[in-house]
């Protein structure tokens, strides 16, 4: 699920486990056990598959082992949570960690996306909102700055920005900010 940031590695080694689980046993024993450890396994997960996976979670709720691991390790190769290539991987990392409360690790998956990607207007607004929900607001208002640097035309920068010089009673500061997001 890209949860915890470090599931996408694991995910390729998890499908060789399967199919060498799947050599050894044979396809009527597999099917049997298969779906008993499948079970088993579910129990109590809130199990969601991304459309991504669908197929392949649709064929193993079958019985369908081996063509569900080749469906799985098809969608793994276009996951940028697994193949890590992705500054958004780090965005929605950086998003989970801020849904736990995790400010610290949220700042810093949000800093790594925009290192890999310093055109990533998502990533940038992002953090700026955290910081500004950690009571942070003058490194908000840098996150801001450093998004308009960047990106010169995002209006929702301007707009937070100028949000964000209203409460601080610089006025024309935000007036400026707001005639640049219309």
């Keep these: 699920e890209g949860v915890s940031g470090g599931e996408g590695p694991r995910i390729r080694q998890a499908l060789d486990a399967m199919s060498r689980a ?22 109590g997960l809130p199990l969601v598959p991304l459309a991504a996976y669908r197929q392949g979670f649709e064929q193993l709720a079958k019985g369908e ?18 193949t890590g290539a992705s500054s958004e991987a780090r965005r929605v990392q950086g998003l989970a960690y801020f849904a736990k409360s995790d400010v610290e ?9 925009i290192l890999s990607s310093p055109d990533d207007e998502r990533s940038r607004l992002a953090l700026s909102r955290v910081l500004s929900c950690a009571g942070r607001d003058a490194d908000a208002q840098r996150a801001l700055q450093e998004t308009l640097r960047a990106i ?13 010089y209203e409460q601080v009673n610089r006025f024309a500061d935000a007036r400026r900010e707001y005639e640049q997001a219309a």
């Design 152 to 164: 010169p035309a995002s209006g929702r920068a301007h707009w937070w920005l100028a949000t964000s």
């Design 65 to 82: 082992f081996r063509p569900a691991i080749d469906e799985f390790r098809r969608a793994a190769s276009r996951d940028p949570l697994v």
């Design 22 to 43: 799947l050599d050894e046993r044979g396809p009527e024993r597999a099917a049997v056990d298969g779906r008993r450890m499948l079970e088993e396994a579910a129990k």
């Design 105 to 113: 690790k949220s700042i810093e998956q949000f800093e790594a996306a």
